[in-house]
């Protein structure tokens, strides 16, 4: 037997939100900014391991609660106790007509087990609201009530808590169905462990999967960024000349923005979200540009990162992008020529063979900078999709503005969080920059330099992801 969930409350609360999020399914039901987007009842069952767990029941919102109330008090319904009054109302002529929507609500009271009361706490307790609970209490069934839209302090929560409290209802559970929170789930569910005792086991099966699968993915999130990390590390373009041709050079950009989209698909599939719900609409990652292009000199400026080599390889070669010779960077071998021909004391031949060794063949890479974008652009969305509830309708737009947000203080702190995160990953790039096998292959999950990132990766993402509940 499962609990049977009735999801009610004010139009446009947010109650069709609440269940696509608990179901994590974006295809349940209509979501929209207007009221009275639900006409009709409808339901969804959440298993596990095959086995029904719980029936959520969407509603439509009730629309006239005031009139409601008022007409129960009316004869011939106030003349019923309790629920008493609900069948011969949905059996008057007032259930086909004004009450309509209401009606649909009422029906199913009597067929479930708890019903969750969602609230928007933007708005304040107004009578319409209190006269519904009232008349959603004369069921006698167990009320939750689900604080709605609590990821943005409302100047209404206190008065909703005290009134709430007023009605004996004080196991009341925040939510946002939009910037998911696991801690506020768990504390739903946990009321119902509470209200229905008999299903505690299966509650907290259900709880620790939910765990288990977030986990599970948040790993499997790290390796897809450790993957491109590599393969963007390890790519090179061997070019015809030097300095670079532009083909060549928007060649090799392509290359690398192709393997951003693809990591981005992959991840976006893995959190179960569509591309037009993360992307906006007329946004196409076949084209290569995800909003800000990492190749262009002010998103690597906007993330706080400098171009060291674009700067010193000249105007020729774009931002982002260094040139090898021979296996070294540019930078690297400029030094070591100047080394050689400080202190070398070889002969003209040998210093020449070596020279053009050095210098012979020229290879387009990704420069530091570049690697750095991808990897804080793919931390900052899987941030995102973590705390992404599948009822959010807005597109992610990936920019800087989380680090931007921050306080100065707090700013200064994530810019050397940035500079440190550079530091502690340029070993690992340089050392995949001398094995370009790496870019048309996976590295076994057990590989050093995989291994590596992923721990510099999984060490950093709590603290790149800065969107903590604030009330
Ligand atoms: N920010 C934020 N937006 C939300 C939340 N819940 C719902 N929304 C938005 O609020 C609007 C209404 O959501 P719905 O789920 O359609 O509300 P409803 O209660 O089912 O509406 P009706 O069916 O018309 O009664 C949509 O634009 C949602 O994206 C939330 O917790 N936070
Ligand atoms: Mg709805």
């Keep these: ?32 900014n207007q009221a009275g987007t639900t006409r009709h009842v409808e339901s969804a069952v959440l298993t596990l391991a095959g086995q029904t767990l719980l029936t959520l029941t969407d509603t439509p919102g009730f629309e006239d609660s005031i009139g409601l109330w008022e007409a129960r008090q009316k004869a011939p319904f106030a003349a019923y106790q309790g629920a008493d009054w609900i069948t011969p109302f949905c059996q008057s002529h007032l259930a086909n007509d004004e009450f309509e929507q209401e009606a649909k609500i009422l029906k199913q009271l009597d067929r479930c087990d708890i019903i969750l009361y969602v609230v928007d706490i933007r708005q304040a307790p107004l009578g319409k609201y209190l006269d519904e609970l009232t008349l959603l209490a004369s069921a006698s069934k167990p009320i939750v009530p689900i604080l709605n839209f609590s990821a943005a302090p409302s100047a209404h929560l206190e008065a909703w808590r005290k009134v709430l409290a007023a009605r004996h209802l004080h196991a009341v559970v ?3 169905s939009v910037a998911f929170y696991f801690e506020d789930e768990k504390r739903l569910y ?20 939910r765990e288990e699968a977030a986990q599970s993915r948040r790993s499997a999130a790290i390796e897809l960024l450790a993957n491109l990390q ?28 192709r393997l951003e989209s693809q990591f981005i698909r992959a991840l976006l599939q893995l959190y179960a979200f569509r591309e037009e719900d993360v992307l906006p609409d007329n946004f196409s990652i076949q084209s290569g540009a995800w909003q800000q292009d990492i190749f262009a000199l002010d998103t690597l400026k906007e993330w706080g990162l400098n171009t060291g080599a674009s700067a010193m390889t000249g105007a020729a070669i774009g931002a982002g992008i260094d040139v090898m010779t021979g296996g070294l960077s540019l930078g690297a071998a400029t030094t070591i020529g100047a080394i050689l021909g400080a202190s070398w004391q070889t002969s003209r031949h040998y210093k020449d063979t070596l020279k053009s060794k050095l210098t012979g063949r020229h290879y387009l890479c990704v420069e530091p900078a570049t690697l750095g974008v991808l990897c804080l652009r793919g931390l900052a969305l899987i941030g995102h999709l973590d705390q992404r509830g599948h009822a959010s309708q807005q597109a992610y737009y990936l920019d800087t503005t989380a680090l931007n947000n921050t306080a100065s203080d707090k700013k200064e702190a994530q810019e050397k969080h940035v500079k ?7 070993p690992i790039w ?3 920059q001398q094995h370009p096998e790496w870019a048309s292959q996976e590295l076994a999950a057990d590989h050093a330099s995989k291994q590596a990132l992923i721990q510099v990766l999984t060490d950093t993402l709590p603290q790149t992801n800065q969107s903590k509940r604030t009330t």
């Design 174 to 176: 925040r939510y946002d």
């Design 230 to 257: 590599i393969k963007a590390a390890s790519s090179r373009k061997r070019c015809a000349q030097h300095p670079p041709l532009a083909s060549d050079m928007s060649e090799f950009e392509n290359q690398i923005r």
């Design 190 to 209: 946990q009321s119902l462990q509470s209200l229905m005792p008999d299903h505690y086991n299966d509650i907290d099966a259900l709880l620790k999967s």
């Design 420 to 426: 440190r995160l550079i530091e502690t990953l340029t």
């Design 430 to 432: 340089k050392n995949a």
């Design 1 to 32: 037997m499962s609990i049977s969930l009735l999801v009610v409350g004010h139009a446009n609360t947010g109650k069709t939100s609440l269940i696509r999020t608990l179901l994590r399914q974006q295809s349940f039901g209509e979501i929209s």
